[in-house]
């Protein structure tokens, strides 16, 4: 238990209208009774130093991968990682490196393929190789970090530029973390990225920017089976490219970045001859400049839509992307792609409660309402979290999605048992102005709680033992069913979707995963 789970269980063992003088001898009683063998104690005390020397690894691999990725593109080059480790011990290790590798391409299969280590395969390829040379990993792991680090050399400049840009990538993933599940504030985040690195790194460049997902073609399939359905764009280019469709057949080069995987950059349109021009009204003569499409990868390496940008707005002479320009905006593709997938799998949870309060409501008539919240993480240092509410159903069948400010902690002194809901990770049964509520956490993959059930049972202390029993059993396929999702998107598993119309699927596959949970329970206990 750490401290808000013990305290919330102490509030529960003595209820509420417990007198001080109660409280006062059942906390003697805990002091003198509570007795912890030295066993115990030092297999606690392991446990404390584990978890310490587990977060210091990963503070260290990250800062490391960092130095070594100085243009922020969001990943590392695992033929260069390899030749560089491949030198360490003058080349001593080289048999535990291929092990290493070897266990690496089992856990990651795209990496065969895309030879790209992200931040999190970074570090378990460094571990890998670690557990391969010693018994003793963490002073392998120091070894190495130290030998990696000095292997790379950075300017002040660079380093400084580099830290600019990280900021710009972690505004991308804040907006997705604090979105209320929308993508609006994400593509204001990825423009707004890339407008001041052009101006701050890029000589000031003029640019437009946008993005565009991969769709099955249902409209007209004989132009091909997939086509680009521009979803946003910089504000000067709306009128010309928001929510236009590029087919196959069509002219431009957006498809040959999906197909390939890689960016396609065209240094000068003018002299290209396969470029297609949104904008109708620029004069011919006009259309100069420099034109670059990314391809948008999920964690699993596959393409699922374009990040482009052009200088044709800039009529100067030299409007070149250089490769560190390159490089970054190969980043800022990797930001916006875990942002939207972060905004994807809220979607999803969403519905997937929306089906679960709705197989609750028939059964359960004496829950009056349910109000979701989801947790977002606090945008000062005063709070480290924020709750937000998202959708309010009740029993006779209404909805109500909001697009609310967040509530903090210390102005809702009347909600304060969502707060310790969410900060001890358990459920909380409370009365507000005689209305009595049931606080239940909706869990992520490590234990912590992303949402919340606040349900209002009215006037009455307790349900219905048989509407309790069908409430406990919605709550735990809910629960089942949000593991699953989240599971989905993790990079070690097997792929879901690629295909923006596959991500609509995917919402009613949310819904229906929650039924599908319900009916192995009911399998189970038969």
Known sequence: ?????????????????????????????????????????????????????????????????????????????????????????????????????KHLCSRYPQLSRVGKLSPKAFQTFLELVASEFTANVDEAI??????????????????????????????????????????????????????????AHGDNKKISAYIALLEENQLSPERGQILLHYVACTTDDAPYVLN????????????????????????????HGNIHFWNYDRPVEERRGSLLVLPLHDARWRVFGILGLDTLRDQCEKTMFLTHEISFYQGVSQAFSKAYHHVCRLENILQMTVTALDWLYP????????????????????????????????????????????????????????????DSSGVIRTSVCGEYHIAVPLRDLSGQALGIFDISIGHCQKLPPHEHKDLQKM?????????????????????????????????????ILFHQFMLQDLRECV
């Not at 699953?484 to 979707?497: H, Q, V």
Request: proline share 3%; with cysteine.
């Open 142 to 199: 120091d070894n190495l970090v130290e030998f990696l680090t000095t292997s790379v050399e950075r300017s002040c400049m660079k380093c400084l530029q580099s830290l600019t840009r990280r900021k710009w990538l972690h505004n991308i993933q804040q907006a997705a973390e604090t979105s209320g599940a929308s993508m609006e504030p994400v593509y204001k985040a990825v423009f707004k990225a890339l407008s001041q690195d052009a101006e």
């Open 244 to 271: 236009q469709i590029l087919y196959k057949d069509m002219k431009g080069v957006s498809f040959a970045a999906v197909e390939e995987g890689k960016p396609v950059h065209i240094p000068r349109v003018q002299l």
């Open 475 to 511: 709550l735990k396929m809910a629960q089942a069913a949000c593991s699953e999702i989240l599971k989905m998107s993790l990079e070690e598993t097997e792929p879901t979707y690629v295909l923006e119309a596959e991500h609509v699927a995917n919402l009613r596959h949310a819904g």
């Open 1 to 101: 238990l750490n401290l808000p789970q013990f305290v919330q269980l102490m509030e529960t063992f003595v209820g509420e209208d417990i007198s001080l003088p109660t409280v006062k001898r059942l906390i003697a009683f805990i002091k003198e009774e509570y007795k912890q063998t030295e066993e115990e104690k030092m297999e606690q005390l392991e446990k404390v130093h584990h978890i310490s020397r587990l977060a210091q690894r990963k503070l260290l691999l990250e800062a490391l991968f960092e130095k070594w990725d100085d243009n922020a593109s969001g990943f590392l080059d695992l033929e260069e990682v390899d030749a560089v480790l491949s030198t360490f011990k003058e080349g001593m290790e080289k048999e535990a490196l291929r092990k290493a590798k």
């Open 363 to 422: 059964r359960a008539p004496s829950v009056h309402a349910v109000i979701t919240y989801l947790v977002e993480p606090g945008k000062d240092k005063t709070c480290d979290y924020t709750l937000r509410k998202v959708i309010t159903t009740d029993n006779t069948g209404q909805k109500e999605i909001h697009s609310s400010p967040v509530l903090l902690r210390r102005e809702n002194l009347l909600r304060v048992y969502l707060f310790k809901c969410i």
